[in-house]
């Protein structure tokens, strides 16, 4: 990769390809390492996160208010 463009500046695609199979990689290794247990908590977190960061955009006038019950 040039150093003298930024990584978001197109010709990156190749870059962009192996820094998404590394963190995939690591995504699948965590995910097996966790039970089942640990697999529901970890979804609940990540529930609870996506629905305060829907609300907080709803608070800031970027999405409608019925979008929190569609």
């Given amino acids: 990769m040039s150093t003298d463009k930024p ?16 963190e995939d990689g690591q995504r699948r290794a965590i995910a097996k390492s966790l039970t089942p247990s640990q697999r529901i ?5 990540l529930s609870q996160q996506a629905v305060s960061l829907l609300a907080a955009s709803i608070r ?6 019925r979008a929190l019950w569609s």
Wanted: without cysteine; hydrophobic residues 35%.
């Fill in 7 to 22: 990584l978001l500046a197109s010709g990156n695609e190749a870059e962009w390809a192996r820094i998404n199979r590394e």
């Fill in 41 to 45: 908590a970890h979804g609940q977190k």
């Fill in 60 to 65: 800031a006038g970027h999405a409608p208010r």
